[in-house]
């Protein structure tokens, strides 16, 4: 799997804490993406979202995505709680599990995606996680300090880099933390 990725990552104006959190990791042909929303705003939300980027930064790439929800799931139990997706691609397939507001977007990997209702930290009843064959595809993963109107698809010729900027410049709401990452995978 080849990879090239970008993010940025802003905390609500005004604030210092970033209640928003992405892990990119890649090893051994694997590679997980995430975007973390942890509830509201602040030092509570920054402490959330870093537990659930540190279990995932632990968590073994051949485990199922499952175990690695409820993983996330666990360690995040007794915090404010959080939104947050998270993608792999590994073995020719593409995976993914969104659970609350971080959305999930590619037009060429065609998710069959079920969202997972309720917050990490002890409010999810079910993990819906989809899979479908990996192809080269640009996957973008953004939380909802970032306007769900976005025209990626006008974006598209852009590399990741840029595409970061722009949105960041043009759509993202600044009374929230806000984040884009964005993956192109061959
Ligand atoms: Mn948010």
Do not use: W
């Not at 799931?73 to 609350?100: I, N, Q, W, Y």
């Not at 996957?139 to 970061?164: H, K």
């Amino acid at each position: 799997v080849k990879l090239v990725s970008a993010y940025q990552s802003l905390p609500k104006i005004g604030e210092k804490a970033n209640g928003d959190q992405v892990l990119v990791r890649q090893e051994d042909g694997r590679v997980l993406l995430a975007v973390i929303d942890g509830l509201g705003h602040g030092p509570g939300a920054e402490q959330a979202s870093q537990l659930a980027t540190q279990a995932l930064a632990a968590v073994s790439l051949s485990d199922s995505l499952l175990k690695i929800m409820e993983i996330m799931d666990a360690k995040l139990v007794g915090s404010r709680g959080a939104a947050g997706s998270v993608v792999l691609f590994r073995e020719g397939k593409s995976e993914a599990c969104v659970v609350g507001n971080v959305e999930v977007r590619s037009s060429e990997l065609r998710f069959p995606l079920v969202f997972s209702a309720g917050i990490l930290g002890g409010r999810v009843r079910k993990f819906h996680t989809c899979c479908c064959p990996l192809k080269p595809a640009r996957v973008v993963l953004f939380s909802d300090g970032v306007s769900s109107r976005t025209p990626f698809d006008d974006l598209r010729n852009l590399d990741p880099v840029a595409v970061c900027d722009a949105v960041m410049r043009s759509y993202r709401r600044k009374e929230d933390d806000a984040t884009v990452l964005v993956a192109d995978v061959e």
